[in-house]
């Protein structure tokens, strides 16, 4: 863990608490998808924690800040240098995506939890979201989360492979569109190969899937495939993999999943015998 000042620290426009920690989610990392509330409390912040990685995305935000940063399996020391900080100063831990999915924020509650925090007690906790790479990845390839939807994890560092497999197979069985993150590493390789199988016995073989790396990065690369031909591309930990449900489908090379309306209308608009009409559309023009 290293800790660095980059410049001297500049006056905030407006009167803040003096201490206080916000856990952020900068989403993709890139400047048009970064919130305003993320930017605000980054800009607010006068210590920036994070991941190596997170922190090179928003290095051109941190002019003037303090910085803590670490790297790879170091979350937990992360966490409690971003508490103990957040005690007397304004912090703002970072995580990619939404910092509640797959993010620090529960590792946060966790470290409080140990040191017996209570609400009131310093320090003052806020919460930013983010947008969640499934998000991400789902816009650069259509709508494939257009109805119900499962996440699940292939990492099997924190999870047993044993709970994985089971939750693959509710997914695949209930025919959820599932958005697979961490799916395979330079030491992980099996368990995308198992998944893909899993998912195999329950969907047609030319189910749409969709493998996203890096998405709104600068390294980023989009592939819509098959579920029989996704494992003949490359597939890593920076890879999302989206697996489409039997009714997803291909529209001029975009990836869909129904909402259901044409169960309830027709393709003019009318209800289908036996469902019920919506409200009517009103069009009101301004003068």
Known sequence: MTQENTSTTAQPAVTLPTSGLTVVGI????????????????????????????????????????????????????????????????????????????????????????????????????????????NACASLVGAPLGHDFAAISLSDLLTPWSVIVKRLRAAAQADFVTGLYNPASGRRTQQIVEAQEIFSAHRPPETPVALVKSAYRRRQQVNITTLSAMLEDEIGMLTTVIIGSTQTRLFQGYMVTPRGYGNKYTEDGQPLPGQTPGRSLVVEQNE
């Open 27 to 134: 989403g993709p990392g890139d400047g048009p998808h970064i919130t305003p509330a993320a930017l605000e409390a980054i800009a607010q912040a006068q210590v920036v924690v994070g991941y190596n990685t997170y922190i090179k995305l928003v290095t051109h935000l941190l002019e003037g800040k303090d910085i803590i940063r670490t790297g790879m399996t170091e979350e937990i020391a992360r966490v409690q240098a971003a508490v103990e900080a957040a005690r007397t100063r304004r912090v703002a831990l970072i995580s990619s995506g939404d910092a509640g999915v797959y993010g620090t924020a529960a590792l946060v509650f966790q470290v409080l939890e140990q040191q017996g925090w209570r609400r009131g007690d310093p320090p003052n906790l806020e919460i930013v979201p983010g947008i969640t790479a499934l």
